[in-house]
């Protein structure tokens, strides 16, 4: 070969050697490094059922200590979790470098039972939350009116069902004081409704409409609808209500969505979407739109969308950011409006015991085939009648389909539960999906509906840890507020945001830090069976991390009710900052 020629081929060679070390240099280069934090893995043993620490555990005489101060993150994986020295190693000339100066990172919190479309809906609505009385709801109407066009719908929600349930409003103030525009408020967990007059006329409903079985609707001395409506009747006047448009979906859940991830959270399960829902949800992930992850449930009351994925199957892959295999049902109502089942009569309305399977559209064939095609379920029961029979009907699938009893069957709230069977539902592996803050919002009233013998079953967080049942928390917003800090709070101190009551409401069902803390982290991963992904803290899983101001292990021993006052700073989903506050 021509010396010139050979030497132009070594030369180009060599270059495109060292160019592919380059690169290779290049592509191990961290991503994003996380340095001076106060890091709490989770990567130790779970505390024993009754709370006790593993030995394992980061906590010594001092209390609480952080077992790393630094995360790599290369690409949408953590790369590395130690300390900030040898992190920083790991730089790059493209490295993003956050120096966290003391705050506290742990695993992407996860809502285990939440409904963003709701949420995103309730930012655009009259807000009733917290609103104590029926004149200063309507107050809240008459200003909204002033701002909309004679004649459209005005929405709200929020006023609490369970706090009212001896005083409901009708339509009577509400229609005078707005007699343009059809008004419809629905109640904090959906089991009531409100309307006026306007919205009546609307919806085309007299005293001789029909009433949907395991509803009611309220009629005034005049023998006519009085605007009140409870449990599977609320459906004939929110019914009425127009439709989004998939444009005002979009709106509705990207809104919901991203005010969860500016509030800590990297993924939500979504509980009861029909097909409009699932339809914008699957756009905005083929458009690379979704800012958290989203686990999404299934309403079982829509068949035609459960015959299509019955059809095709749940999804399998764990890593894209909209999973369906889930699918949701309510088999009971409300305690607060009186309609969980319960096995004997309400302790404050003699004779009656609420609502539950067919009267509730549950369609016990259909989830027994979605069962039996793979799907996980996921039981909306509330009084102990409700959780039992929810229990039955899984039972009985589960052995005509055997496979089926490995899907992780959850039930949604669990909040009643009689003595005989909080250790069955540890014993058949269901998941109990709770909500730490319902405990502090209904705690006024729950005792008078179920008795001082039921209560010792509600809400009971640790009786059902000590009796081998897995624990998921959530918020269930936009019923409930779903801020962390309110929600560790509710957990491990059972008062409310006014450190009421001293020591706590049944305080023996109080969950530790870890506790609390892993009820929105890895307790959650493993009830969408992401626990090999993400949950916990470690090299290989997903970057999915939330950075708070406080340290909640350290605040749960010290001064707990400062759990109130932290702020999320940073949201972190497959390695993308989604939300930044430093």
């Not at 200003?143 to 706090?163: F, S």
């Not at 409901?168 to 409704?193: E, Q, T």
């Not at 085939?369 to 029961?381: L, T």
């Not at 605040?555 to 700073?569: Q, W, Y």
Request: charged share 25%; with cysteine; proline share 5%.
């Amino acid at each position: 070969m021509n010396p010139l020629k050979l030497l132009s081929v070594s030369i180009l060679a060599f270059a495109l050697v060292a160019c592919g070390e380059k690169d290779d240099a290049a592509s191990s280069d961290a991503s994003m490094i996380l340095t001076n934090a106060r890091v709490y893995t989770l990567d130790w043993d779970e505390a024993a059922p009754d709370g006790t620490l593993q030995a394992d555990a980061p906590h010594d005489g001092g209390g609480w200590h952080p077992d790393a101060n630094a995360i790599v993150v290369r690409g949408d994986e953590i790369a590395y979790v130690g300390s900030t020295r040898e992190a920083l190693k790991q730089r790059g000339e493209n490295t993003r470098v956050f120096d966290l100066a003391g705050a506290t990172v742990i695993p992407g919190l996860v809502d285990s039972h939440t409904h963003v479309f709701g949420l995103g809906a309730a930012l655009e609505r009259v807000n009733l939350i917290g609103v104590d009385t029926e004149e200063e709801a309507i107050a809240r109407v008459v200003e909204r009116a002033k701002n909309t066009p004679r004649g459209e719908w005005i929405i709200g929600r929020g006023w609490d069902e369970g706090a009212w349930a001896n005083r409901y409003p009708d339509k009577v103030l509400l229609s005078a004081a707005v007699p343009d525009h059809p008004v419809f408020l629905g109640s904090l967990h959906g089991f009531a409704g409100w309307a006026n007059q306007m919205a009546l006329d609307v919806a085309g409903i007299t005293a001789a409409s029909e009433i949907p079985v395991g509803g009611e609707m309220r009629l005034g001395a005049d023998g006519e609808p009085n605007g009140l409506f409870l449990n599977r009747a609320v459906p004939m006047i929110s019914g009425a209500v127009p439709a989004p448009s998939q444009n005002a979906l979009i709106t509705q859940v990207l809104a919901g969505l991203n005010q969860m991830a500016q509030d800590g959270y990297t993924a939500v399960h979504d509980a009861g979407l029909g097909a409009p829902q699932m339809a914008v949800l699957q756009q905005l992930e083929d458009e690379g739109r979704l800012p958290v992850r989203v686990y999404a449930m299934l309403s079982l009351r829509d068949e035609p969308l459960m015959r299509e994925w019955i059809e095709k199957g749940p999804d399998k892959d764990n890593h894209s950011m909209l999973v369906t295999r889930t699918v949701k049902a309510f088999y009971d109502g409300a305690l607060g409006s009186r309609g969980a089942r319960m096995l004997y009569d309400y302790s404050d309305m003699p004779g009656h015991r609420g609502i539950s399977g067919d009267g509730y559209g549950f369609n016990e064939a259909l989830m027994a085939e979605a069962m039996a095609k793979g799907f996980q379920v996921a039981i909306h029961a509330i009084g102990d009648a409700g959780n039992r029979e929810a229990m039955d009907i899984l039972e009985r699938i589960m052995n005509e389909h055997p496979a089926s009893r490995d899907l992780r069957h959850r039930i949604e709230h669990a909040q009643v539960i009689h003595p005989d069977d909080i250790a069955r539902l540890g014993k058949l592996g269901f998941i109990a999906s709770m909500e730490p803050p319902h405990a502090m919002e209904d705690k006024t009233w729950a005792e008078e509906r179920v008795g001082p013998e039921r209560i010792l079953g509600a809400y009971a967080w640790r009786t059902l840890r000590e009796a081998g049942a897995r624990l998921t928390f959530n918020a269930d917003n936009p019923g409930s507020d779903h801020s962390i800090f309110y929600g560790l709070h509710s957990a491990i101190t059972r008062q409310d945001k006014d450190s009421q009551p001293e020591g706590g409401w049944y305080p023996e069902q109080r969950m530790t830090a870890e506790e609390a803390v892993r009820g929105y982290t890895d307790w959650s991963a493993y009830a969408s069976f992401r626990e090999d992904e993400t949950g916990i803290i470690e090299d290989g899983r997903w970057a999915d991390l939330t950075v708070l101001d406080i340290d909640p292990f350290l605040l749960a021993e010290e001064r707990p009710a400062d759990l109130l006052k932290g702020r999320v700073l940073m949201t972190i989903v497959g390695g993308e900052v989604v939300f930044d506050n430093l």
